[in-house]
């Protein structure tokens, strides 16, 4: 899902006021590249409409049934060239009562529809009463970049705004390496009985175009292709290791990891699953991983989704503390029950996502000796050989940030200059400015190299209030944490409409200022 642009997957393309028929439909898009074994490359869209966005009208020769129709364009260029075009008719299951739920009946799709539809092939439920529907596409494109504008328009309601977005997208991967493909995420996959649009690898795959995973979704599932490996592994064999870990500290995630053997062929088809039924709300990343017999890391790639599921804390959590023997250690010694639940709260800039539950809810934790035990498993697992100097290592540093970092309300850690720096250490370089009239007081922190390898990274804040002390994070270059490309438009104000993209962060009015704060962010000193 390699989209450059405002065009991401799981976006949002235009919002609606329910039932209005003036605006336009309600969309959302996913997108890949990928590459056949012979070379050929392909760029294919997902997209899902928002049954309830968009007017039906009464069809014939189907027992009196709704429909909707959407008209999709899309057009790829290269400079002022067009390289391929497509419009296509999207058409919605059929549906009996339009304005309010019913259980509906199965209503039979014309075996020949117009040559110019796409039906959708899901089918309506009960208690469904105008169902999203989705349609998959592939385009046939050589290997480069290009700009991309899809039109939407609700084909029913004539007075409905047409949805336009543009972007720029890149077909196909680098052809002297491994590489790793985008990844399609998927609501469900099975072997295919008959080839079609939703086929890849022997098994037809529905598309997931969103990218936030509520509750009710169990199942993280997932495709990708690797390229390339006969040219690093000749003949031989090596691992790929796909696994979930948290986007905020990068830390794995324990039962979220699964390695695969593979043999060296020009395209390797990965499809893989998670049960996610029993993980925690948070913001977390897919990683791929190609390895090699000598367990180097050859390739990686990762993909962002979001999982909304409170869990309420069950008493199996607990017993597996209840075992931690805590005798002689220190945190034996922690008697103040308000002591040990700052000292616990304090660990949230570093835990893992499953210990935030715990840290989160610390406040209405009463049992000290649990508390205790939890604070002693923690560095147990930071350091097994000596848990005593991880925490007073540790503790040094959150006493600094809540000097440097705290405000009135808040204290250091809790702050997103505090986090960062328990986080990632001190930055290699700090600029601070405070006293430029056109903009929020501002800072820009550089780090050469991060733990885990990344290089030269950006964080930027800023201090909205103006006021508080409390510097939010507005962006930064580091993997899983906040971007945002408009950050200069935001830090002096001139933000005055939504960009025509996030990739644009020139300033409406000219700004030496602004020209200054670029070239700090771009060479901190």
Known sequence: MRIKGFILSGILLSSIVAFSQTKSPEA?????????????????????????????????GADGAYAGKVKISIEFKQGDSIKKSDTYNLLSPYVLDTNKKMALKEVKVPAQPDKD???????????????????????????????????IEDVNNPLAKVVSVKGKVSVGYASDSVAIADAELLMSYSPSQHASQLSKSGYDMVPYVYSFYPKEMKTFSFYTEIYNTPKVFQASRFVVKYYIESADNHIVLANYTKVAVHKADTVVPVLGSFDIEKLHTGKYNLVVDVIDKDNKKIATREYSFIRNNPIVRDASMDENLATVNIAGTFVADIKNQDTLREYVRSLAPIAH?????FINSVDEQSDTSLMRRFFYNFWVAHNPADPKKAWDDYYVQVKL???????????????????????????????????NADSYPYEIWEYYKLADGESDKKFIFYEPSLATNDFVLLHSTAKGEVQNRQWQQVLFGQLLMPPTSVDDNTLPLPNQNATNTQDSFDNPR
């Open 401 to 435: 940030v809540n000097r440097k970092f705290g405000t009135s309300y808040k204290k250091g850690y809790q702050t997103d200059r505090g986090r960062v720096y328990l986080q990632y250490g001190a930055p290699s370089q700090r600029d601070q400015e405070t006293i």
């Open 28 to 60: 959302y898009l996913g997108t890949a590249s990928f590459t056949t074994p012979a070379g050929n490359t392909y760029f294919e869209t997902y997209v899902t409409i928002s049954g309830s966005s968009i007017v039906y009208e009464k069809t014939s």
């Open 117 to 151: 539809d796409s039906i959708n092939a899901k089918k309506s439920t009960d208690n469904d009463n105008r169902p999203d529907f989705s349609a998959v596409k592939r385009y046939w494109l050589p290997k480069g970049d290009y700009s991309v504008q899809i039109k």
């Open 353 to 357: 996502t499953d210990d935030r539950y």
